[in-house]
Antibody, heavy 119, light 111 residues
Framework: QMQLVQSGAEVKKPGASVKVSCRTS????????IIWVRQASGQGPEWMGW????????GYAQKFQGRVTMTRNTSITTAYMELSSLRSEDSAVYYC????????????WGQGTLVTVSS | QSVLTQPPSVSGAPGQRVTISCTGS?????????VHWYQQLPGTAPKLLIY???IRPSGVPDRFSGSKSGTSASLAITGLQAEDEADYYC???????????FGGGTKLTVL
């Protein structure tokens, strides 16, 4: 069955970087964009950007331009999201999701990765 | 503040019908961009309920329906059940932001 399995929780200091992985299985990895969404405690989801696993093309939310990098390793059908220059406001659960193909409509989601930024 | 505005909360008794609105602008919904709806239970990832304004993914009960008109969209839930108690979010593309955005969310309480 279709699965997106994310890496475990991270604790980082302000100014550091974090890289979250999203291992996929059960479908053709190259055929669907991967979307990254984060959600701070008690807040709504926040769209971070997309990546096309077939060619590596990406599109990032303006808010994260210059700080986020989305990549993939097609040989292991895994997507990655790296966020740099972390600050306390970046503490959130980060999700990867599969784009169904209708402008970032996400039909399958990872379990989420909690990133805590604290000195 | 999201560019997609949702009521913070709605409520209804079991069996009743409720609607959740999502109000945007000419920069997003009003331009014709699709609206999607998600249901989120505590501690879990969002679940896609409606995509492309009114299409239900396989497995979503037909008690859930979506519509769009002008700069707004709505999610309707009929025959309310206790398990429908959750947070609901709309999502669309915004051309000013050059990216997708989520609404602020609506908490549904089943009385």
């Amino acid at each position: 069955q279709m699965q997106l399995v994310q890496s475990g929780a991270e604790v980082k200091k302000p100014g550091a970087s974090v890289k979250v992985s999203c291992r996929t299985s059960g479908y053709s990895f190259s055929s669907y964009d991967i979307i990254w969404v984060r959600q701070a405690s008690g807040q709504g989801p926040e769209w971070m950007g997309w990546m096309n696993p077939n060619n590596g093309n990406t599109g990032y939310a303006q808010k994260f331009q210059g700080r986020v990098t989305m990549t993939r390793n097609t040989s292991i059908t895994t997507a990655y999201m790296e966020l740099s220059s972390l600050r306390s406001e970046d503490s959130a659960v980060y999700y990867c999701a599969r784009d169904l193909g209708y402008s970032s409509s996400c039909d399958f989601w990872g379990q989420g990765t909690l990133v805590t930024v604290s000195s | 503040q999201s560019v997609l505005t949702q009521p913070p909360s709605v409520s209804g008794a079991p069996g009743q019908r409720v609607t959740i609105s999502c109000t945007g602008s000419s920069s997003n919904i009003g331009t014709g961009y699709d609206v999607h709806w998600y249901q989120q239970l505590p501690g879990t990832a969002p679940k896609l309920l409606i995509y492309a304004n009114s299409i239900r993914p396989s497995g979503v009960p037909d008690r859930f329906s979506g519509s769009k008109s002008g700069t707004s969209a709505s999610l309707a839930i009929t025959g309310l059940q206790a398990e429908d108690e959750a947070d609901y979010y709309c999502q669309s593309y915004d051309r000013s932001l050059s990216g997708s955005v989520f609404g602020g969310g609506t908490k549904l309480t089943v009385l």
